[in-house]
Nanobody, 127 residues
């Protein structure tokens, strides 16, 4: 069974850090582009950070540039999102997604470009 499972979310104070993990089971993340998306109440799901299937290309939303870092561990079949200097505007449900149709350095950034999705995990930034 193909699954993506997010972990590492929770409640953190402004200025704090969290590292989200996205573990794949039932398939290998090799050759998949991976995206981290988030959705706040009343807002559309938006791409936060994405990485191409060959890791040569990355994307960061302007709002997280310089604060978030996406990375991949092939041995653990897991992708991470390191989030630093968190602020209340980062509060949302975070989803990871995998897309197999995008070889090379192309970085898909829209939800329709990904076929596998995790269930999401809550991140709350509050004092």
């Amino acid at each position: 069974q193909v699954q993506l499972v997010e972990s590492g979310g929770g409640l953190v104070q402004p200025g704090g850090s969290l590292r989200l993990s996205c573990a794949a089971s039932g398939f290998s993340l090799n050759w998949y582009a991976i995206g981290w998306f988030r959705q706040a109440p009343g807002k559309e799901r938006e791409a936060v950070s994405c990485i191409s299937s060959n890791d040569a290309g990355t994307y960061y939303a302007d709002s997280v540039q310089g604060r978030f870092t996406i990375s991949r561990d092939y041995d653990k079949n897991t992708v991470y999102l390191q989030m630093n200097s968190l602020n209340p505007e980062d509060t949302a449900v975070y989803y990871c997604a995998a897309g197999s149709s995008w070889p090379g350095a192309y970085v898909p950034k829209t939800t329709s470009e990904y076929e596998y999705w995790g269930m999401g995990i809550q991140v709350t930034v509050s004092s």
